[in-house]
């Protein structure tokens, strides 16, 4: 918001995804910028290419020919330790499939990322607390994600990518297996997370009532932007 270097920018990206001899071209030549500190939503048909476009935002995945930069930084010029780092520090997803582990409770679910940091255990089941406290868990801190509903279990997701305080939320169809009510919570989530940290957010949604809480829409058809960027 201070800086003026855009979040995310992308400089006519394409995705070409290659199967045997068949080439698919998920992403068609994308340029826009997402400025810090906002909230935009990226809706679109199945298969219009929302999901390609996030990971490559989060460095999940490399462009086929363009140029991403994160943060004022090509992405291109770095080596996987300092791609790892950058989606430790400056990245939080959210996917739909809540992506808990099992076996562990809901605040170790969220110490996780501070474990990697090496944070150490102290400082980190304290975070841990207080960002599942802002999420509206802290009655469940000691839940395993088979004893939280759908909802918990995402808002738990959201604890734990925003624990290591990212400048840049992406969320993929983060309400995409919820009820309208848990739908809405999770929303509330988010939001308060863009506002209260000023994180830079950008959700995926088929969802036409997020879309429209978001303060810029970007739409996409079989992989090319055609409003909002
Ligand atoms: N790993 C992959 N290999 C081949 N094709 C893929 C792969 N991932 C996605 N695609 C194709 O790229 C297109 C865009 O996919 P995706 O980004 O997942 O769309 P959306 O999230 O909008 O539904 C789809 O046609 C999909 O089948
Ligand atoms: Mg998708």
Redesign the pocket.
Known sequence: MTSGVPAIRFEDVWKV?R?GKIE?P?LRGVTLSIESGDFVAIV??????????LHIAGALDKPTRGRVLIDGIDVSVLNDAELSRLRNRTIGFVFQAYNLIPRLTAKQNVELPLMLRGVPPGEREELAAKMLELVGLSSKLNNKPTELSGGEQQRVAIARAVVTNPKILLCDEPTGNLDSKSAEDVMNVIKDINKRYGSTVVV?THNMEIAESARRVIR?KD?MVYEGA
């Open positions: 995804y199967m698919f998920a679109g048909p199945s298969g219009s290419g929302k999901s390609t476009l995926v996409l992989g």
